[in-house]
């Protein structure tokens, strides 16, 4: 192997898996009992964000960009045109200027990483032998890699702060036509684009002896064409006006959050020309996105969760390897089984109490799978 890898052989008894299983099943009933919350509220929020929507949807009513109504007032609107800005956007360390909405600083360093490649091989008795194969390369990295942990630390030693730190600078008056975007609004415009600068621009003069040109921005180091662990590269990204499609309560010349009946808040933004059909779609489909998301979550909560909590079973069988290798499919058949029917259960719970048409069909559903898990356990030999 070369200087930058190595591989570490390490062995775990079968007295310390089994003690660090039944610690495990401690951890197991955490993430067990705190799926069934997450799948709860999740399917909540799922259920009052549609309905918010769908409420907005049936409210919004689409205006001129030009002109402020006062009889639109309180109401939630539609508008689409150029958001805008009157002044330039600076950096304060670089000096950077520049006609934008949003001006954005990216730091990177170039730093060590390791990278760690397990394989563990059973033994008979119930230890095991892990072979453990550690290698480091260099990579540019926006966020800092703590190199105190490495296995090799004093041979891979990386900078433990960033030599500028990484900074948005956004515009104070952002308008859309006659309209003033709030604050909140003016976050979700994310639309970046790189924004070079050139080696015809002056350096500061504060920063000659630290900086250099490089590619598409600055270069803290020797040279750019040869990185060394700790140098920096200093570029710009850049949010332009462009045009926005807002729904949001209109508030004199600005906007704010549209409280609903439903108790939720309506607040969009997207960039391009979107009318405010496509808008609230896109809203829905995203809720729908985001509902799928966490249900996943919950789900692989109590599915880790289970498995922890049986895990002793299979350490127990592993005093000969390839009994351990059928006990640990056969918990992992059931924890899969077990997380489903509870999730499948806890959804239709939450159904029950927010959607009552569909939560009938998801209890009929884990049910029919809580009887398939109780047929499997007593048709299988205890002993076996």
């Given at each position: ?168 600078e956004v515009a104070q008056d952002v308008t859309v036509g006659a309209f003033v975007l709030s604050p909140s609004l003016v976050s979700k415009i994310n639309h970046y684009e790189a924004f070079a600068i050139g080696r ?185």
């Open positions: 192997m070369s200087a930058d890898s190595f591989s570490q052989v390490t062995s775990e008894s079968w007295f310390t898996r089994i003690k660090n299983a039944f610690v495990g099943i401690l951890v197991g009933l955490v993430l067990f009992f705190v799926a069934f919350p997450v799948l709860f509220w999740n399917e909540g929020r799922s259920v009052k964000t549609y309905k918010t929507l769908k409420e907005g949807g049936g409210a919004v009513v689409s205006v001129a960009s030009d002109n402020v109504d006062p009889a639109n007032e309180g109401k939630l609107v539609h508008v689409t045109a150029k958001a805008d800005t009157g002044a330039p956007l600076s950096d304060p360390v670089f000096g950077v200027t520049v006609q934008a909405l949003k001006l954005k600083r990216v730091v990177e360093l170039y730093q060590w990483k390791e990278t760690a490649d397990k394989k563990t091989e059973k033994k008979l008795g119930g230890g095991t032998e892990t072979v453990t194969a550690y290698s480091y390369s260099k990579e540019w990295s926006g966020d800092l890699i703590s190199s105190s942990n490495f296995k090799k630390a004093d041979e891979h030693k990386n900078p433990t702060a960033m030599p500028y730190p990484a900074l948005v015809d621009k002056p350096i500061p003069e504060a920063l000659k002896e630290k900086v250099k040109h490089c590619e598409a921005g600055y270069y803290v180091g020797a040279d750019p064409a040869t990185p060394q662990i700790g140098d920096a590269r200093i570029t710009f990204k850049v949010a332009n006006p462009a045009e926005i499609s807002v729904i949001a309560k209109q508030t004199g010349k600005s906007f704010a959050p549209y409280g609903t009946k439903a108790g939720g808040t309506i607040e969009l933004l997207q960039t391009g020309v979107h009318d405010a059909a496509e808008m609230i779609q896109k809203a829905q489909s995203d809720n729908t996105m985001m509902t799928w998301i966490l249900r996943l979550v919950g789900f692989i909560l109590m599915l880790v969760g289970m498995g922890l909590i049986l895990r002793p079973l299979a350490v127990v069988a592993d005093v000969i390897p390839f009994v351990g290798s059928i006990m640990s499919a056969g918990i992992g058949l059931i924890s899969f089984l077990v997380a489903t029917s509870f999730s499948l259960a806890t959804i239709a719970v939450a159904w029950i109490v927010y959607r009552p048409l569909l939560g009938g069909l998801l209890i009929a559903g884990a049910v029919a799978l809580i009887v398939v898990i109780k047929g499997k356990l007593s048709s299988n030999n205890p002993t076996a």
